[in-house]
């Protein structure tokens, strides 16, 4: 299972998953993609996490923010984070998962770079971190045993 997490859950990491998921779907993959969150909430997705979804023909209404948990860290064959901040925190919290967690832009393209939070933002900013979330998604690539 491939698992992004965020803070509350309620926009980039279900944007990120729903973006794999479609892309899956597309390449017939039959790989679980989870996402959850470090300090989540009872709140849903947020609308501009729906918006930005809806303007890329996906679907994001009916997402439940999860909690980081026990089994979602050890059910998952890598963990993409999307800043250093929670790739520490997820260490931090779960020793054991270090050799498989990487914040998505380190993971892809070597670099040590956070994906912006459009928490609160426009629905325009909402739109520009998921189409930076998709050009990186895109570019992913699991090794043969994640598969």
């Known amino acids: 299972m491939v698992l992004f997490v965020c803070t509350g859950n ?4 279900p944007m990120a998953a729903t973006i794999l998921k479609d892309k899956f779907k597309k390449e ?3 790989v679980p993609v989870s996402s959850c969150g470090v300090f989540v909430n009872d709140t849903g ?6 918006e930005a979804m809806k303007s890329f023909g996906l679907n994001l209404a009916n997402h439940t923010p999860t909690q ?3 089994k979602e860290v ?3 064959t890598i963990i993409l984070t999307m800043t250093a901040t929670h790739k520490n925190l997820v260490i931090n919290n779960f020793p054991y998962v270090v050799e498989k967690t990487y914040t998505v832009c380190e993971y892809v393209t070597g670099e040590q770079k956070d994906i912006s939070d459009p928490y ?3 629905t325009q900013h909402y ?5 930076e979330l998709e050009k990186l998604i895109y570019q992913l690539q699991f090794p043969k045993e994640s598969q």
């Open 68 to 70: 980081i948990n026990e």
């Open 127 to 131: 739109i520009e971190t998921a189409k």
């Open 10 to 13: 309620t926009c980039r990491s």
């Open 28 to 30: 017939g993959i039959l």
């Open 120 to 122: 609160g933002g426009s």
């Open 74 to 76: 050890q059910d998952a």
């Open 45 to 50: 997705p947020t609308s501009g996490a729906i």
